[in-house]
């Protein structure tokens, strides 16, 4: 269908929302030509920071700060937003020397935000800002200027800020972006900061699952087939390491190894747990992946695994219980 027929079928609403889609993406793409030394300059200033980044924006300039905060602190750059009204009244005890404070305001003659800037520089922060006008209070006091400038709102009344908002943010997301680049942040940092998400499930480790020190069902070589059904019993894994003296894991028996010794002989009791074990269990590393144990007793059918350490010393046990619901491909 042409331009020309689909705007003679097309529905107003659906006419309205398209035109806003592109006066916003188009503003969106006008920013990518204006990009210079000045970005580079603000990512390593950024990187460079001892403290924190505070941003600081009145309205729905504001709004988008919390939303930048929120992103750099994710990944590995800590943020936070500091409202200028609250500022100039008390709360500018939260920017100290060191820190890096990002002011956003479009016009760059925002009063609350420009009264900052004295107090900004007398506690020794650097001062970026990002506004649609160079030539603006804001913009030639700050020691880094990005230009967030627009040809024309998407708000037909051309008032409300949309546009302006739309590109800010993109830019800000530009800029936490260039930084996790550059800062070498990688997805099991992200993964850190972000434990309850699916990504940091994706990136537990065997360690942060698996049952340690008195929850291991273990028994020595020596011990009578009763001490083993008591342990495995005991401790509800339905199996147990066999270790040594030093213990070293030198095999394991579970309740299935069990049934097939009974099946096979009726004086098993007579037996020490070395005369039953099955040898050369399989084992995985705590600093494993939790999928990676889960890929194994899958692939294996088993229910059980036990972690060791670089002497085969047992430091843990994991059950398919422990990974069943965490999502972890």
């Known amino acids: 269908m042409s331009d020309a027929n689909r705007e003679e079928t097309e529905h107003p609403t659906i006419a309205e929302a398209r035109r806003v889609l592109e006066v916003e993406a188009a503003a969106i793409l006008g920013l990518i030509d204006r990009l210079d030394q000045s970005f580079i300059d603000a990512v390593d ?16 300039s504001g709004i988008i700060c919390k939303k930048i905060s929120a992103t750099l602190a994710s990944t590995g750059t800590p943020s936070f937003f500091l409202h200028p009204a609250e500022a100039i009244h008390g709360d500018l005890g939260m920017i100290v020397s060191g820190d890096v404070v990002l002011a956003l305001s479009y016009s760059g003659e925002t009063e609350e935000v420009v009264r900052l800037i004295d ?3 007398r506690l020794g922060a650097k001062l970026i800002a990002i506004t649609g006008n160079p030539g603006s209070t804001l913009a030639k006091h700050s020691d880094i200027h990005l230009s967030a400038a627009i040809s024309r709102e998407a708000c037909p009344l051309g008032l409300a800020p949309t546009a302006s908002t739309t590109a800010t943010l993109a830019l800000g997301d530009a800029l936490a972006m260039a930084l996790l680049i550059a800062k070498g942040f990688r997805e099991e940092n992200f993964a850190i900061l972000h434990p309850g998400g699916k990504l940091g499930k994706r990136f537990l480790r065997v360690r ?10 273990a028994v020595p070589e020596s011990a009578p087939m009763r001490e083993v059904i008591y342990e495995m019993s005991r401790k509800g894994f339905g199996i147990t390491s066999v270790i040594d003296e030093e213990g070293v894991l030198v095999g394991v028996i579970s309740d299935g190894d069990l049934r097939r010794l009974l099946e096979k002989s009726a004086d098993v009791m007579q037996q020490t747990a070395g005369d039953s074990m099955k040898r050369h269990p399989v084992t995985i590393e705590d600093s494993q992946l939790a999928s990676a144990a889960l890929q194994i007793m899958e692939s294996r059918k088993i229910t059980s695994l036990f972690s060791t350490n670089e002497r085969r010393q047992v430091v843990g046990i994991l059950h398919l219980h422990d990974l069943w619901g965490l999502e972890l491909f």
Do not use: F, N, W, Y
């Not at 950024?46 to 600081?56: E, F, L, S, W």
């Not at 698996?210 to 069902?217: D, F």
């Open 45 to 60: 200033t950024i990187r460079q920071c001892g403290g924190h980044v505070v941003t600081v924006g009145m309205g729905k």
């Open 119 to 121: 107090s900004v520089k």
């Open 208 to 217: 942060d699952l698996m049952h340690a020190g008195e929850a291991i069902p």
